[in-house]
């Protein structure tokens, strides 16, 4: 394929059958063809099966910990407001701990501008909420990746864009993950994690430093989707 196709279908523009099937094998992936009828409203989303999964190992680990949680945790600076997917702080030590959960990139520029925006305001409207009058000594901003063929394809193809957004190394999140004093100042990793609840003796984070030296542990978001499922059942 040429590379301008691949960038066409990249950017979101229509393609032929056969472009398609030749990005999903490329990817490791099965591709699926489901025909809608456009007089009729789409079907409403199921819930993100994997995203969810991802925020209650999350809020299962730290909370184990003793440490409080918070999902889906809203906020608002003036006329923006969003939400941010875990939260974990310690008002004794005054840090603060926020995750981004992302499962999959079908936009890679507005899931930097909204980490970017969670970065820029969550930490001070958190703050004035639990009465910390100086602030946060430590703030670690983790956007955390499924450790899928698609999501490492995307981190491997706009990787200056993530080291420019996730500018530090893991330290921070494995000091927050290990129980240990959290690193000071203002942090911001990027972290590719494997859900999996069996994950057994196989480390179950990474850094971006070694999205190169890893290989997928799943093909894309439907196959750790189905291993998910069995396990709940």
Known sequence: MGRGTAHSI???RP?????????????SLRPELRFDDGRRPSPVRDEDFVHAAMGELEARHFKGMG???????P????????RADVVVWDVERRALLHIENRTQFPNVQEAAGAFNAKRAYLPRVLADRLGLRLGWASVTHAMVVLWSAECLHTLRLRRAT?????SDPLDAFDSWWAGSSPVAGDQATLVV?????DIGRRRRFVGLDAIDRIDPRYRGYAHIASRLRDVAK
């Open 75 to 82: 906020y608002q600076h003036y006329q923006f407001a969003g």
């Open 67 to 73: 440490l409080p949680v918070a999902i889906d945790e």
């Open 15 to 27: 393609a032929s059958l056969e472009s398609y099937a030749r990005i999903a094998a490329a990817l």
């Open 10 to 12: 990249e950017a979101g």
């Open 193 to 197: 994690l494997d859900p999996a609840p």
């Open 162 to 166: 993530f080291e420019s957004l996730c």
